[in-house]
C-alpha cells in the first residue's frame, strides 16, 4: 500500500506541474489579451479627445463668424442711424462725452 501512494503523489505532482505550466500559459494569453483592451481602450480615447477637440473647434469658428457678423451689423446699424440723424448723433457724442468729462474730474 506505501507503494502505491508513492505512485500516487508522484502522479500528482507530474499533474500538478502539468497544471502550472497550463496556468502559465493562461496567463501569458491574459496577458497579451489585456494589453489589447487596455491599447484599444487607449485608441478609443485618443479618438473620442480628437473628435471632441473638433467639435470645440467647429464650434469656436462658428461662434466667431458669429460674432464678426453681429459686429458688422452693428456698426451699419449704427452708420445708418448716424446718416439719418447727423444732428443727433453729434449731440449725443457731445453729451455722453460731457457726462464722461465731468464724472472723471470728480476723480482727481
Not at 479618438?47 to 451689423?73: L, P
Not at 448716424?82 to 453729451?95: G, L, N, Q, R, Y
Amino acid at each position: 500500500m506505501a507503494n502505491r501512494t508513492a505512485i500516487d503523489d508522484a502522479k500528482t505532482e507530474s499533474e500538478l506541474r502539468a497544471e502550472v505550466a497550463q496556468l502559465r500559459e493562461d496567463l501569458a494569453v491574459i496577458r497579451e489579451d489585456f494589453r489589447g483592451v487596455v491599447g484599444e481602450a487607449v485608441r478609443t480615447g485618443k479618438r473620442g479627445v480628437e473628435s471632441a477637440t473638433d467639435s470645440v473647434k467647429s464650434a469656436a469658428h462658428h461662434a466667431a463668424e458669429r460674432s464678426a457678423e453681429f459686429g458688422r451689423e452693428a456698426a451699419h446699424k449704427a452708420e445708418d442711424t448716424v446718416t439719418e440723424h447727423p444732428f443727433a448723433s453729434v449731440a449725443a457724442a457731445f453729451a455722453g462725452g460731457a457726462l464722461l468729462g465731468v464724472l472723471l474730474g470728480r476723480r482727481h
